[in-house]
């Protein structure tokens, strides 16, 4: 058996960076390892001393790509700690902004960053000539995601209109009608998406490790931004018991912490969420997920940008209920002061990317004195580097540079958002 | 010979590269007929040392990134510094309030030792920046509107006026009105007031205008009986690599 040398230094199409090192001689693995190399950012010591005020606006900038889940789940945390309750309308307006950026984030995760893979090219750029339809389509649905994040918040990327306690601005109903009409749209452009992953699906490498799965979960919808944390091995648990779950550590040549639960690891994200919710999906999602060929429990991770596409599907039927809803019954003008007062809250969301904590104290004047924030891609570090673990055993005879791009695609799958955890992805095979 | 452009990243949230690719299907095939993107490691996997026109994004917050921003300045012709954390050091900075060795050990505990970080600044501090798209994040009309300034050979045209001129120009009312502080009256234009637009008040993410006019904002701010210390908090967030602040 001829030896493997395998290192990518900042693995591309992921948010941030990371590196994998891979190296065997004589068909023993000598070196497997999933680096995360990211500049250290230092946001829970940053929002020291904040008021509350400007908490969520700082906390937004965590990330670029899930700025509206950093800034929901901040909100929350902060509306927890005051035991402030938002109104019905501020929960619609909320869930609506929130789809607008799963439906952005799986668009582009599935489209611009994996598909490439599939289709043997580097980049989404060579698509534009070879397969023009479908960029013009993906970038169709991203700028529909964000001209609904703009109606209701003034832009995707770090949102402006949604603070502590509700929106500063509402949208006007005729945007949302005219939006509603794209999102029709938008519906159809989901179904050409969900062929086209049909074609591509006998490139999905055919390999599993069952782990422990974990994502909010809400008896009453399929969970982004409400619930309580399930897991596919302890069942239900109260946000308060997060740090009980995530188990965070160290480890050395990576700024980035990890995770363990139950076993040596866990997954967060698309396919963690619909293990633990697929029967909460809508009906169009659902029969996407069927022709997908994606039926729970899924323990293949790259099965993860299929479940991304299925959750897009959701995201838009979901966006249509809700202004459905909103048109039904109006917007007003709310009174969302909020009453300051000493206490600790914590806000979880379902980031694209998995389960988001935000652990905030504030002192009686609505002045930060203490954050964590536990992020979707550090849950999902150790995960990966057991299914690199698993996995490279397993195609140890292939030619070098097919074992490079599968643990390649093996990382994008899980479309690690390193910003966030710090910075990912680096695969050495030396 | 179509320029080749570059992205790369230093610390940051990569909202700003996110952003460049808000564009619709016209503009990315407009875009890609006008320049070769040769590196951007966010959505593309080839990657060449060979580029004109290099986009910065991020602050740099670790001595490795010192060099490796030195060795993109001697290879570009042009070095564009994208958005608030490359120009103005952005929210990165606001770390620098604490020594290192505590915010290390704010997040890390005692694993502290493992990393590498230095107090956080903006791409100017390090080397020569030729031009700047501002914001956070930057306005994706601007970055084109730069590119193809940088195309045609011109100086490109980045706004001088506080943000106070824009959000007249779109009609709200004053936010000092409302009970709120805001720098708009000192802060760059060219986001056309979008945070005012949307009910809160200017965050000062675009730096501050070339010849801030600080004495008005102070007796802004004393007319409506409002203190310099909560506007200089508010400044810090994106700011506080600025002399003004400190």
């Given at each position: 058996?001829t030896?493997?040398n395998?290192?990518v230094h900042q693995?591309t199409r992921v ?8 190296s065997?001689k004589?068909?023993k693995?000598?070196?497997?390892r999933?680096?995360?190399p990211?500049s250290?950012?230092f946001?829970?010591?940053m929002?020291r001393g904040r008021?509350?005020d400007?908490?969520p606006?700082?906390?937004s900038?965590?990330?670029?790509i ?5 800034t ?6 902060t509306?927890?700690?005051f035991?402030f309750q938002?109104?019905?309308q501020t929960?619609?307006?909320?869930k609506l902004l ?11 995760h599935?489209?611009?960053l994996?598909a490439p893979?599939f ?6 750029f060579p ?6 339809d479908?960029v013009?389509?993906a970038?169709?649905?991203k ?22 306690g ?5 949208p006007e109903l005729?945007?949302?009608e005219a939006?509603r009409g794209?999102?029709?749209?938008a519906?159809?452009d989901?179904d050409?998406t969900v062929e086209?992953?049909k ?5 999905i490498p055919d390999?599993t490790r069952e ?7 809400d ?7 409400s619930g309580q944390?399930?897991s ?9 018991k997060y740090?009980?779950?995530t188990?965070e ?7 980035a912490?990890?995770?363990?639960n139950?076993?040596?690891s866990?997954m967060?994200?698309a ?9 909460q999906?809508l009906?169009r999602a ?7 060929g994606l039926s729970?429990?899924s323990?293949?991770p ?6 991304q596409?299925v959750?897009?599907?959701h995201?838009a039927?979901d ?7 909103i048109l039904?019954r ?8 909020v009453?300051?007062?000493?206490g ?5 969301v ?6 988001l904590f935000?652990?905030?104290t504030y002192d009686?004047?609505g ?6 924030c536990?992020i979707p ?5 150790n ?5 690199m673990?698993a996995?490279?055993p ?5 030619p070098?540079d097919?074992i490079?791009l599968t643990l ?5 799958a899980?479309d690690?958002?390193?910003s966030?955890?710090?910075h990912?992805?680096?695969?050495s095979f030396? | ?6 992205f790369f ?8 590269q ?6 619709d299907?016209g503009?990315?095939i ?8 040769v590196?951007f490691?966010?959505v593309m996997?080839?990657?060449s040392d060979d ?8 602050s740099i917050?670790r001595?490795s990134?010192?060099t490796?921003?030195k060795?993109?300045?001697?290879q570009?012709k042009?070095v564009v510094a ?7 050091g952005g929210?990165?900075c606001l770390k620098n309030?604490?020594p290192?060795?505590e915010?290390?050990k704010?997040?890390?505990?005692e ?8 107090p956080?600044?903006?791409a ?8 700047c798209?501002r914001?956070?994040p930057p306005v ?6 730069v590119?193809k300034?940088?195309?045609l050979?011109?100086k490109?045209d980045?706004?001088n006026h506080p943000?106070?001129v824009?959000?007249k120009?779109?009609?709200n ?6 009970g ?7 802060t760059?234009?060219g986001c056309?007031a ?5 009910g809160r008040?200017c965050w ?6 070339d010849?801030?006019?600080v004495?008005?904002?102070?007796e802004?701010?004393q007319k409506y009986?409002l203190?310099v210390e909560?506007?200089?908090e508010?400044?810090k967030i994106?700011?506080t690599?600025?002399?003004v602040?400190k």
């Open positions: 058996m030896d493997i395998i290192n693995v948010e941030g960076h990371g590196n994998i090192v891979v065997a004589d068909g693995i000598e070196e497997l999933w680096e995360v990211e250290p950012r946001f829970e010591a929002l008021h509350y400007d908490v606006f700082i906390a900038r965590i990330c670029g899930c700025s509206i889940a950093h929901t789940a901040s909100i929350k945390a509306e927890a700690a035991g938002p109104s019905e929960l619609l307006l909320r929130y789809n607008a950026e799963t439906l952005e984030s799986h668009v582009l599935a489209l611009f994996a893979d289709l043997g090219v580097g980049s989404v698509l534009v000539e070879t397969h023009k479908v013009v389509m970038l169709r649905l700028m529909l995601a964000y001209n609904l994040a703009e109606a209701l918040a003034g832009r995707k990327t770090h949102p402006i209109s949604c603070k502590v509700g929106f500063a601005k509402l005729s945007e949302l939006l794209r999102l029709e749209n519906l159809v989901l050409t086209l992953f074609t591509l699906s006998p490139s390999f782990t422990e799965y974990i994502a909010l979960t008896p009453k919808e399929y969970a982004f931004i944390i399930g596919t091995d302890a069942g239900v648990a109260p946000l308060d740090l009980d779950v188990n550590f160290c480890v050395p040549h990576s700024t912490k990890y995770t363990k139950k076993r040596d866990y967060v994200g396919l963690s969420r619909f293990n633990n919710n697929h029967e999906l009906p659902k029969k996407a997920a069927q022709e997908l729970a429990p323990h293949n790259f099965m993860i940008t299929v479940a596409v959750e897009s599907v995201a039927e966006s249509i209920n809700i202004i459905d809803k039904a109006g917007l007003e003008e709310e009174d969302n002061q009453k300051v007062r000493a600790r809250g914590i806000g979880a379902e980031a694209p990317r998995g389960i935000h652990d905030y009686d004047k002045i930060l004195t203490k954050a964590n536990i891609t550090n849950q999902n570090h995960s990966i580097q057991k299914d673990d996995l490279v397993l195609i140890l005879s292939r070098q097919e490079r390649e695609m093996l990382v994008r899980y690690p958002c390193i966030c955890s710090a990912f992805l680096t695969v030396k | 010979m179509k320029p080749k452009v570059a990243d230093f610390t940051g949230c990569e909202g700003c996110l952003d460049a690719l808000h564009l299907a503009e990315v407009d875009l890609l007929n006008a320049v070769d993107i590196n490691r966010e996997t080839e990657r580029y004109d026109i290099a986009f910065i994004e991020g917050t001595e990134e010192i490796r921003l060795k993109i300045r001697d570009a042009i994208f958005g608030a954390c490359a120009c103005i929210v990165n309030h604490l290192m060795e915010a290390l704010i997040v890390y505990g694993d502290a030792r493992y990393y590498d970080t230095i956080a600044r903006p100017d501090a390090v080397v020569k920046v030729d031009y798209v914001g956070c994706t009309s601007e970055l084109l509107k590119i300034a940088l195309l050979g011109k490109p980045i706004p943000v106070c824009e959000c120009m779109a009609g009312v004053c936010v000092f009105e409302r709120m502080t805001c720098l708009g009256p000192v760059r234009a056309d979008v945070c005012i637009n949307s008040h000062g993410c675009r730096g501050l205008v010849d801030p006019n004495d008005s904002e102070k802004v701010l009986g203190t909560q506007v200089v508010k400044f994106f700011n690599y600025a002399e602040a």
